[in-house]
């Protein structure tokens, strides 16, 4: 399996792409991408109790460098790109970002996956479903993470 370099504009997500911001899809760029659609996955690990919490499912997007940010949500999406989106585990289709409770730092991994095809699996599609769905199709993968934080009451952000 070939590696792709996969970073974002970002260590920690800036407000506009939290949800008490304006909940905006970040720009992934992707390097050394050859093949034929690309899947990416969003996962927070920092949440207790639960195992590789998804925040974000997008398949089937044609190779390109730069993932655009802005992405709406919806299972079939036509602008800024042609794909389809999965509903992530807090039951949304679409992107979810970052809502750190006060005081807490989050971490949130993203994985982009270069797929040998497009996939046979509809819009709305759960992350197992996914997860399928990819098993014997990734011929390259990559990713990088973020954190998000929000200062705990009374204190400043510098």
Not at 68 to 81: M, Q, R
Not at 141 to 150: C, D, F, I, N, P
Request: hydrophobic residues 35%; negative net charge; aromatic residues 8%.
């Amino acid at each position: 399996m070939e590696n792709l370099e996969v970073s974002l504009d970002f260590l920690e997500f800036p407000p506009a792409h939290t949800r008490y911001g304006q909940n905006i899809s970040p720009k992934i760029t992707i390097t050394g991408l050859d093949s034929s659609s690309v899947a990416v996955m969003v996962f927070n690990p920092s949440m207790k109790d639960v195992l590789s919490y998804c925040t974000w499912l997008i398949w089937d997007l044609a190779p390109q460098q730069v993932i655009p940010p802005g992405i709406p949500h919806g299972k079939n999406v036509t602008e800024p790109v042609s794909a389809l989106q999965g509903t992530n585990d807090a039951g949304e289709i679409g992107y979810t970002g970052p809502c750190p409770r006060p005081g807490q730092m989050d971490r949130y991994l993203f994985r982009v996956y270069g797929l040998d095809d497009f996939l046979e699996i509809s819009g709305g599609s759960k992350k197992q479903d996914l997860h399928n769905a990819m098993h014997d199709h990734i011929i390259q993968y990559g990713g990088t993470e973020a954190v998000a934080s929000r200062a705990a009451p009374g204190k400043l952000v510098m």
